[in-house]
């Protein structure tokens, strides 16, 4: 029955038979005629051939649903020999946003390097909706991200976040403040974490930089912001928490970030930062992996190292 799964399924992923046909390195009459014998053992027609792209019959989806399901067994097969054997060589793939791939992933990669010298890491960045997409495809082994579908995904603690507000330091509100102002050295020395709370609210007369709708910081900022009575005046929405600090640091508005990136960029006077008193001023960032798939040695590894790592709370 699968006999020619491989010419049937390049067919679906092509939606041309005489691309396919390319793709195989075999003639469109032989891949038609092969095709055509499939579809007669079946007594079915998996290919609607009046449209343009090629469509899937019914018959069709539930077949290339079957054919997905035999690369997936046969690829946990392959994984699960490979360990059997302790191959020390292949790769790991891991994805996450700008922020995390610049400054949470490089230390998780150069601890497993120094291990496994021998299995590359693949890193992807994109956004939060697009990662997760390449996840439950199976495109990507591992994500680094807040915000998963617990349902499809296994999702494993690996970095507790403080959420600060961050203040351009010329801001007058600041001098009504001066007690309760941490410098990006407070940060970095953990003297933060004792320092008693402010409500953002103090600041509701001030301009906004916001992450736009979807992100996690951007959820946060309008639950935090709503606790206290008021909505922030934004004048930019961004893509990026990164981007967001360094429009801050220029001056332009207040934006919210987290103790780790204030501990990742150089040590700076023109911004103050504040503690905000909220369970939504608490995040973790996971390390998540697809349910039910199979993870081989080197991605258990790599796991393993990014807990190690995090887990003993080494400096950024």
Do not use: W
């Amino acid at each position: 029955m699968f006999q020619y799964a491989d010419y049937i399924y390049e067919i679906y992923k092509t939606g041309s038979f005489t691309a396919a046909a390319r793709n195989l390195f075999i003639s469109q009459p032989a891949l038609s005629a092969t095709v055509k014998k499939v579809e007669q053992t079946l007594n079915v027609q998996l290919f609607d051939r009046q449209t343009s792209p090629l469509s899937l019959t019914a018959e069709g989806e539930a077949y290339i649903r079957a054919i997905e399901e035999m690369y997936r067994t046969r690829r946990n097969l392959e994984n699960h020999l490979a360990d059997i054997a302790a191959v020390r060589m292949g790769s790991v793939s891991v994805s996450g946003a700008t922020f995390t791939s610049s400054f949470v992933l490089p230390k998780i990669i150069t601890r497993f390097a120094s291990t496994y010298p021998h299995i590359h890491v693949d890193v992807t960045e994109s956004n939060s909706k697009e990662l997760e997409a390449l996840l439950i495809a199976e495109k990507t082994d591992l994500l680094l991200d807040y915000q998963f579908d617990d349902s499809t995904i296994v999702k494993l603690p690996l970095l507790q976040e403080q959420v600060l507000l961050c203040v351009p330091s010329e801001y007058s509100v600041n001098d009504q403040l001066r007690n309760l102002a941490l410098t990006a050295e407070d940060i970095r020395t953990d003297r933060y974490l004792h320092a008693p709370t402010v409500s953002p609210e103090i600041f509701a007369d001030n301009p906004f930089v916001l992450l736009k709708n979807g992100n996690d910081m951007r959820v946060r900022a309008d639950v935090l912001c709503q606790e206290h009575g008021f909505s922030p005046r934004a004048v930019m929405l961004l893509d990026q928490l990164l981007t967001s600090y360094n429009v801050a640091h220029s001056g332009m508005g207040i934006t919210f970030v987290t103790d780790t990136l204030v501990k990742a960029v150089p040590i700076t006077d023109r911004l103050c930062f504040y503690k905000v008193g909220s369970a939504a001023a608490k995040r973790t960032l996971y390390i998540a992996h697809k349910k039910n798939r199979y993870l081989n040695r080197a991605v258990k590894s790599f796991i393993d190292t990014a807990k190690d790592v995090y887990t003993k709370k080494e400096p950024l």
